[in-house]
């Protein structure tokens, strides 16, 4: 199984700040990786696939990058409503398909 | 607009059967890909079941192989969990995901329901 590993666990940002955060892959994984944010009480949603593909609707200070088992998410200009939880996936070999254990942002 | 809607979850003893269901609409069903994962309280996000468009393939991870069964109507545009033998471990939210891209079950998921409640205790 391919694990997923990210990092930090949890993150403490102010609203306007450049936030990253990563997530590694136990072998290479293609690219075939997903983002996605978990906002309390809510369902997951797709925020960025094939490791840089933005999502239908979401807004443009998400960007994803990356290649082989190095990847990254990266926030532009934090905004209040993007206090959530993140989750990276990886559907290069399955099953099973994998998660990471998840990022909780916060506002500082 | 594509609407996922999970019931049949609730409060069951260790030991018995519960099943899930999820309605799709806004979609063509029968060209999707779909699958089941659960978030136990305060934890992440872990893959369960994954079937193919028509049902015939299907996938489990490991500790529900054998207890698990996903299954689909595509004439009733709907997506089905049986779990049998429920453990404590079981206790979870269940969500149901569409694959993303149609006739392709390997993929990410685009869009996923609102979640139901399983609680495995005596």
């Known amino acids: 199984d391919i694990q997923m590993t990210q990092s930090p666990a949890s993150l403490s940002a102010s609203l306007g700040e450049t936030v990253t955060i990563e997530c590694r892959a136990s072998?290479?994984?293609?690219?075939?990786l997903a983002w996605y944010q978990q906002k309390p009480g809510n369902s997951p949603q797709l925020l960025i696939y094939d490791a840089n593909s933005l999502a239908d609707g979401v807004p443009s200070r998400f960007s994803g990058s990356g290649s082989g088992t190095q990847y990254s998410l990266k926030i532009n200009s934090l905004q209040s409503e993007d206090v959530a939880s993140y989750f990276c996936q990886q559907y290069n070999n399955y099953p099973p398909w994998t998660f990471g254990g998840g990022t909780k942002l916060e506002l500082k | 607009e594509v609407q996922l809607v999970e019931s049949g979850g609730g409060l069951v003893q260790p030991g018995r059967s519960l099943k899930l269901s999820c309605a799709a609409s806004?979609?063509?069903?029968?060209?999707?890909?779909m699958a089941w994962v659960c978030q136990a309280p305060t934890k992440g996000l872990e893959w369960v079941a994954s079937?193919?468009?028509?049902?015939?393939?299907?996938y489990y991870r490991d500790s529900v192989k054998g207890r698990f069964t996903i299954s689909r109507d595509n004439a009733k545009n709907t997506l089905y969990l049986q779990m049998d033998s429920l453990r404590s471990e079981d206790t979870a939210t269940y969500y149901c995901?569409?694959?993303?891209?149609?006739?392709?079950?390997?993929?990410?998921?685009?869009?996923w329901g609102q979640g139901v409640m399983v609680t495995v205790s005596s």
């Open positions: 806004g979609f063509t069903f029968s060209n999707y890909g």
């Open positions: 995901a569409r694959v993303g891209g149609p006739f392709n079950y390997g993929s990410y998921f685009d869009y």
């Open positions: 079937i193919s468009t028509g049902g015939g393939n299907t």
């Open positions: 072998e290479d994984i293609y690219s075939n």
